[in-house]
């Protein structure tokens, strides 16, 4: 069973940054890969990016040249991985869920809200 535990959301002002964390636990040597996604009010949950454990990355076109996945590093015993947001903007508004993939169900995390004011 792997758990995921989000942090780093909050309110920025456009053009602003923000780092959001992800750290899994329990089996975390059966993940794959580690990613964020998001949903605004109203709409479906998408993909913002995702890294292997090989590194390779992924980048929803929206985010592209903004935003950063790191590689999945291990931090106090827990697979973590980090999302730089660069020159945010109101559309980024947001609730992100951190995911992982594996040999087991997809894990989902709680969310954190990111919210960019105009």
């Known amino acids: 069973q792997v758990q995921l535990v989000e942090s780093g959301g909050g309110l920025v002002q456009a053009g602003g940054s923000l780092r959001l964390s992800c750290a899994a636990s329990?089996?975390?040597?059966?993940?794959?890969?580690m990613g964020w996604y998001r949903q605004a009010p109203g709409k479906q949950r998408d993909l913002v990016a995702f890294?292997?454990?090989?590194?390779?990355?992924?980048?929803?076109d929206s985010v592209k040249g903004r935003f950063t996945i790191s590689t999945i590093s291990i931090v106090n015993g827990k697979n973590t991985v980090y999302l730089q947001m660069n020159s945010l903007k109101p559309e980024d508004t947001a609730v992100y869920y951190c995911?992982?993939?594996?040999?087991?169900?997809?894990?989902w995390g709680q969310g954190t809200l990111v919210t960019v004011s105009s």
């Open positions: 890294i292997t454990t090989g590194g390779i990355t992924s980048y929803a």
């Open positions: 995911n992982t993939k594996g040999r087991f169900p997809q894990v």
């Open positions: 329990g089996i975390i040597s059966s993940i794959n890969t």
